[in-house]
């Protein structure tokens, strides 16, 4: 393992912006120093260079899912194109979901997730565990699921009626069993009862198209489960996390509760924030492209968005991840939109899309693009400091990033295994040129140079009620 010496870069973390050299060994940043040329010739550290550059922690993305069956089909992503995409777009450690099916033993579900993960990854990677019921059995699990395979997220759906939905019950005593063991409660905030009897209406009128994919998920009722699941939390005294927020009704709600000092946290995603539901309207079939739940909304719903990260009131971007090919898979749907597989390609552009839209574009600033692509998500998910900032004893997951050169999204030029891109045409300002995982090359100079396994698992921190952080877990590097 070599040692490096990255020089002359700015770094960016979500507090500060200064000048600084880095020195790293056996992967861990050592030292950062205004000139440490000194150290990195006594080390024989190999120099990068950052002049001109932004030097950036790796991102942590806390939503993916890859390798994932859904829709009568499997994600055309698994973790192999998946991180290695993600690294290309300047993301180091992902969260996926794991899934789980009822009757069957947690633990049996995380093995099979360790065996789609393991041997392919080519950054680090933890896991968020879906939860679709409660009883003896899965209470009695639970705490070895937390303390033994540090995963401290569970995800509940409210919505997927007959396929992940879990009712209110469930939800709520899933949140009382988070709180007891320090775990996140996750949701998937849609009234999935109210869409089922939506779709079968639109069905029975003829309607099939897939702009009826949003106009069967109106925001409303997006804002009403999240109303809903912020109020449970309250009453259970837990942590929330609601993914995927798009509209204004849940920004809202979201927004109320933590003024009351409800412990609940909020992520949106790129895919909201440039586009808008007249993208599911295009002609053909072509809006299938564009199905993802809860669905693209009006577009004035962006500018909602955008002042919520910037005022707090939401605090994460994830990708949301969940590629399927538009030959083969999204035309399952082709006369019935619901049955058009649910999810889109992101993973890759996450980091580069918050960086020109939201920093280039003045909406957000250089830390507060840091702190919503890395460091809140390390935080929230008990990775911190191991990761999502640059420290002295942070693993060096490093982003050496161009703010000036411009270029256009496009699947001609991604590297996500999927043959559209949702943002294909899109002007950025910004590229992550190369990208190191624990002080190893991933990307170098914009050429993969990591290696399929390298990944490793990350076990992560329960978090203490107190502080709104996830704390200092010495023990957060052990590996498994
Ligand atoms: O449409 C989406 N979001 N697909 C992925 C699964 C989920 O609901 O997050
Ligand atoms: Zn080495
Ligand atoms: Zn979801
Ligand atoms: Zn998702």
Redesign the pocket.
């Known amino acids: 393992m070599t040692s490096k010496w990255i020089k002359g870069g700015t770094i960016v973390t979500a507090a500060d912006t200064y000048r600084a050299d880095l020195l790293i060994k056996e992967g861990i940043i050592a030292k950062i120093g205004i000139d440490l040329s000194a150290e990195a010739e006594a080390e024989g550290a190999e120099a990068v260079d950052a002049a001109g550059k932004l030097v950036f922690p790796g991102g942590v993305d806390p ?1 993916t ?1 890859l390798d994932m069956p ?1 829709g009568g089909t499997v994600t055309a992503d698994d973790f192999a194109t998946g991180t290695r995409a993600a690294a290309f777009g300047g993301t180091t450690t992902v969260i996926d ?1 794991c899934l789980t099916t009822k009757g069957k033993p947690l633990a049996e579900s995380i093995a099979t997730w360790h065996r789609k993960a393991s041997g392919k990854a080519v950054i680090d990677y933890g896991f968020h565990l879906m939860i679709g019921e409660i009883n003896d059995e899965v209470l009695a699990e639970l705490p070895a699921v937390v303390n033994d395979e540090g995963i401290t997220s569970l995800k509940v ?1 409210m ?2 009626k007959n396929v ?1 939905q879990a009712d209110d019950g469930t939800l709520f005593r899933t949140m009382l069993a988070a709180k007891d063991l320090g775990a996140m409660v996750m949701v ?1 905030a849609e009234n999935g009862d109210v869409i089922d009897f939506l779709i079968r209406q639109a069905l029975e009128a003829g309607h099939t198209d897939p702009i009826y994919h949003a106009r069967t998920r109106p925001s409303i009722i997006e804002g009403e489960a999240t109303g809903r699941a912020a109020n449970l939390a309250e009453l259970a005294g837990a942590r929330l996390y609601v ?2 927020v798009t509209c204004e009704e849940a920004v809202r709600q979201i927004a109320e509760a933590r003024s009351r000092g409800v412990d609940v946290w909020g992520e949106t995603c790129p895919q909201y924030l440039t586009l808008d539901e007249t993208y599911l309207a295009r002609p053909g079939f072509e809006g299938a492209k564009y ?4 669905p693209l909304r009006e577009q004035r719903h962006q500018e909602v968005l955008w002042n919520a990260l910037k005022s707090g009131q939401l605090q994460t971007i994830g990708s ?1 991840h ?1 590629s399927f090919n538009y030959d083969g898979q999204k035309d399952l749907g082709l006369g019935d939109f619901s049955k058009i597989p ?3 390609p992101v993973i890759e552009d996450r980091f580069s899309i918050l960086y020109s839209e939201g920093v280039a574009k003045g909406r957000i600033t250089l830390n507060q693009f840091v702190e919503m692509v890395a460091t809140r998500n390390a935080k929230l998910f008990g990775l911190f400091p191991q990761k999502g900032t640059i420290a002295v004893g942070s693993d060096a997951d490093i982003v050496i990033f161009d703010p000036s050169a411009e270029r256009t999204l496009s699947a001609q030029s991604h590297h996500m295994n999927v043959d559209y891109n949702p943002f294909e045409g899109m002007s950025i300002t910004g590229v992550p040129l190369s990208v190191l995982s624990r002080g190893e090359y991933v990307i170098r100079d914009r050429q993969f140079a990591g290696e399929l396994g390298t990944g490793r698992y990350l076990k992560r921190s329960p978090y203490t009620a107190s502080s709104g952080e996830a704390p200092d877990r010495t023990a957060a590097s052990a590996k498994s």
């Open positions: 939503h899912h859904f979901f759906f919505a997927y992940f998937h993914v995927h199905v993802w739940s809860p949301d969940c649910n999810g889109g």
